[in-house]
């Protein structure tokens, strides 16, 4: 099995950056794709991020040119540089593994963290 742990969150104004880790433990994650979802109290789970094995990018289009995805396969982590923060943004956030892009961009995944929870004030 593996096993993903997301820290980095925490309470920040508007405007403001965060950095998101996931580091994963129980496999080497090289050969999966690497995904962020949020979760707000009341909302459904939205899909922020993903990064494929040979890492090209996807957003979601709240998040474009705001966020940034990225990976380090030798040390089974993941990243998510957050930028421009705004209230909206606030919300757990979860980090999510797949042996398949395809099944991660439509929500389904084979892994999840526990989440980490990001407030941004305005």
């Known amino acids: 099995q593996v096993q993903l742990v997301e820290s980095g969150g925490g309470s920040v104004q508007a405007g403001g950056s965060l950095r998101l880790s996931c580091a994963a433990s129980?496999?080497?994650?090289?050969?999966?794709?690497m995904g962020w979802f949020r979760q707000a109290p009341g909302k459904e789970r939205e899909f922020v991020a993903a990064i494929s094995r040979n890492s090209n990018r996807y957003y979601g289009d709240s998040v474009k040119g705001r966020f940034s995805i990225s990976r380090d396969n030798a040390r089974n982590t993941v990243y998510l540089q957050m930028n421009s923060l705004k209230p909206e943004d606030t919300a757990v956030y979860y980090c999510?593994?797949?042996?398949?892009?395809?099944?991660?961009?439509?929500?389904?995944?084979?892994?999840w963290g526990q989440g980490t929870r990001v407030t941004v004030s305005s």
């Open positions: 129980g496999r080497t994650f090289s050969g999966y794709a």
């Open positions: 999510a593994l797949s042996a398949a892009l395809s099944s991660l961009l439509i929500g389904v995944s084979d892994d």
